[in-house]
């Protein structure tokens, strides 16, 4: 779930909230991570990986 956090100078910040912690109803211990750092890890996991042909493919020749 997205929950969007206003800081003391007004500016908007959305999380990624576990639904079950904030529901209380499982005993989730995933804190709160912000949208902005999840995109960044990602952008920054998709580039440093080089991009392969599935083995199947390979083995056609």
């Keep these: 779930m997205i929950n ?3 800081a003391r100078n007004g500016s908007v910040y959305p999380y990624f909230v576990c639904l079950g912690r904030h529901q209380k109803r499982n005993d989730c211990t995933q804190a709160a991570i ?3 750092d999840v995109e960044d890890a990602r952008r920054t996991a998709r580039h ?3 991009r392969t042909r ?3 493919r390979s083995i056609r020749g």
């Design 4 to 6: 969007n956090t206003r």
């Design 34 to 36: 912000r949208v902005s």
């Design 48 to 50: 440093a990986s080089p």
């Design 54 to 56: 599935p083995p199947h």
